[in-house]
Nanobody, 124 residues
């Protein structure tokens, strides 16, 4: 089992940047595919980005491609989400998630463990 704790959220103006971090407990972090999701008020949780165990493969939602970058440091048990050129529509609670499976998934059902979330608010 793994516990996930997100940090780095906050209030930023449109066009600005934020870097989210997700620290994982345990000694098997490198065995998990890691993902970021977000949920805006009144909307379903949606996929943002995911990264393979080694970090060699990444996958992004079309809405964030070219603006967000997911990365991981297996030595630090941490996954990151660098968010640039932020837009008001990026406002949401951002969650990191861990997947024990073999293939990167873009659906919430594909992930086994979740963090508590961190709020990102982008003002216009």
């Amino acid at each position: 089992q793994v516990q996930l704790v997100e940090s780095g959220g906050g209030l930023v103006q449109a066009g600005g940047s934020l870097r989210l971090s997700c620290a994982a407990s345990g000694r098997t972090f490198s065995s998990y595919i890691m993902g970021w999701f977000r949920q805006a008020p009144g909307k379903e949780r949606e996929f943002v980005a995911a990264i393979s165990r080694s970090g060699g493969n990444t996958y992004y939602a079309d809405s964030v491609k070219g603006r967000f970058t997911i990365s991981r440091d297996n030595a630090k048990n941490t996954v990151y989400l660098q968010m640039n050129s932020l837009k008001p529509e990026d406002t949401a609670v951002y969650y990191c998630a861990a997947d024990r499976g073999l293939v990167i998934a873009a659906t919430t059902t594909g992930y086994d463990y979740w963090g508590q979330g961190t709020q990102v608010t982008v003002s216009s």
